[in-house]
C-alpha cells in the first residue's frame, strides 16, 4: 500500500496554517508583554509619586489618583487570605497558556493577551511585594466614581474578559473555527463540506 500524497491546495493550506500559528503567540505574548510592562511601571511612578491615601484630582471628580494596597480582590473581598489569589492567578496563567495551544484566532490572542498581562502584573505584586512572599497586595490607583480603585492590570482583565465575552457571543472559537460553520448533523464530517477543502475556516 503506498501512502497518499497531499494535493497542492491541501499542503498550501496546511503550510499556510503553520505559518499562521506562530503569529497568534507572538501577538498574544506581545500584548501580555505590554500589558506587564505598562502595569509595573504605573505602579512603580504611583509609588514614588503619591502618598498612601492621598487622592489628587486629574479629571474633576471623574478621574482621581489614589494609591492604596489591597490584600484581596476587588471591594476588598478576602482580604485575609492573599495566597488563594495568588493561586487563582497561577491557575489563570497556566490555563491561558495551555488554551493557546489551539489559538488560531487574532481576536481570541488579543484577549487572551490582555488577560495574561493583566494576571501577571497583580502576580507580580502578590509574589514579591510587602507584607511577605505569596501574601503580597496589589498596588491600585487610579480611582472613578462608584468603582474600587483598581490598576492597569485589571483594566486588561476586564477588557480581556469582555472581548472574550463578545468572541463567545458571536460564536467564535479560539481555533478560530464559527459556530455556525459546524455541520447542521452531529454525525456529519466537516472535512466532506463543499468548498472547504478540509480546513477550518478561520475568523477574527
Excluded at 471628580?61 to 484581596?72: D, E, H, P, Q, Y
Amino acid at each position: 500500500m503506498t501512502d497518499v500524497e497531499p494535493s497542492g491546495d491541501q499542503q498550501q493550506n496546511a503550510n499556510e496554517s503553520a505559518r499562521r500559528l506562530p503569529r497568534r503567540f507572538v501577538l498574544l505574548g506581545g500584548v501580555a508583554v505590554v500589558v506587564l510592562a505598562v502595569d509595573l511601571v504605573t505602579k512603580q511612578l504611583a509609588l514614588s509619586r503619591l502618598i498612601p491615601g492621598e487622592s489628587v484630582d486629574v479629571v474633576g471628580g471623574l478621574l482621581r489618583f489614589t494609591l492604596v494596597f489591597n490584600s484581596g480582590a476587588a471591594f476588598s473581598i478576602g482580604s485575609g487570605v492573599p495566597w488563594l489569589f495568588f493561586l487563582i492567578a497561577i491557575g489563570v496563567v497556566g490555563y491561558i497558556i495551555v488554551m493557546a495551544r489551539k489559538l488560531r484566532s487574532v481576536g481570541w490572542a488579543f484577549a487572551l493577551g490582555l488577560i495574561l498581562g493583566g494576571a501577571c502584573g497583580n502576580l507580580v505584586d502578590r509574589a514579591v511585594r510587602p507584607p511577605a512572599p505569596l501574601h503580597g497586595e496589589v498596588v491600585d490607583w487610579i480611582q472613578v466614581p462608584y468603582w474600587p480603585v483598581f490598576n492597569v492590570a485589571d483594566s486588561a482583565i476586564v477588557i480581556g474578559g469582555i472581548l472574550a465575552v463578545v468572541l463567545a457571543f458571536r460564536g467564535i472559537n479560539i481555533d478560530g473555527s464559527v459556530e455556525s460553520d459546524e455541520p447542521a448533523q452531529s454525525g456529519a464530517d466537516p472535512s466532506e463540506r463543499p468548498g472547504d477543502g478540509g480546513e477550518g475556516r478561520e475568523r477574527a
